[in-house]
């Protein structure tokens, strides 16, 4: 079935750093890919997705490549603030149609230090 | 975007008690919603998937009696765990999708003691 295998974290980086949360999946056909971030009492909020293979996701500054040759769609930000801190999901959904469901990574814990 | 609200944020009940969950989208109508269950560190494990007027459809190994399902409208989807115990401690997320986006709730820490 499919999977998403997602860094461990929890990441603490200071202000400015560079980012990378790693992300591999395993799925069947071409699924689309997803990062999700949760804001410390929110609910969960798309942060970029892309939906084959070469595409690239951006958002506020973060940026993830569907590559499918490695089956990975790593998040990065060249710089990042403090108001980042939050919980990052990888998902993917494969299949035709809306309403097939997302299948998660773990989620990494990141904060970052003023 | 759109917003889907879920209540109670944090609940804490004794063993044995039921606990009902509500989802609602606030500023569109969803047909289907799903509901996760995460545990410590683990990924979101989709629990049900629930359909307006209609059965909820479980995931292999989610118990259907105790996790009762109602998706009575359609902006409420509501899950009720009933006879809950401590093993049931965990959080809970709702989801309703929109076009091709899917919307979360906030989630809702349950504690069985």
């Known amino acids: 079935g499919d999977s998403v295998t997602q860094m461990e974290g929890p990441v603490t980086l200071s202000e400015e750093a560079f980012l990378t949360i790693n992300c591999t999946y395993t799925?069947?056909?071409?699924?689309?890919l997803f990062w999700y971030v949760q804001y410390p009492g929110e609910g969960l909020q798309l942060l970029l997705k892309a939906t084959k293979a070469d595409d690239k996701g951006s958002n506020k500054g973060f940026e993830a490549t569907y590559r499918k040759e490695t089956t990975s769609f790593h998040l990065e930000k060249g710089s990042v603030q403090v108001s980042d801190s939050a919980v990052y999901f990888c998902a993917l959904r494969s299949g035709p149609g809306s309403a097939r469901q997302l299948t998660f990574g773990s989620g990494t814990q990141l904060t970052v230090l003023p | 975007g759109a917003v889907v609200s879920q209540h109670p944020s944090r609940v804490i009940c004794k063993s044995g008690t039921s606990v009902k969950i509500e989802c609602r989208s606030l500023d569109f109508q969803a047909t289907t919603m799903f509901w996760y269950r995460q545990f410590p560190k683990q990924s979101l494990m989709l629990m049900a998937t629930s359909n307006e007027g209609s059965k909820a459809t479980y995931e292999q190994g989610v118990e259907k009696d105790k996790f009762l399902i109602n998706h009575a409208s359609l902006t409420l989807s509501t899950l009720t765990v009933t006879s809950a115990h401590p093993e049931d401690s965990s959080f809970y997320i709702c989801s309703a999708r929109e076009a091709t986006e899917a919307f979360f709730g906030q989630g809702t820490r349950l504690t069985v003691v």
């Open positions: 799925a069947t056909g071409y699924p689309s």
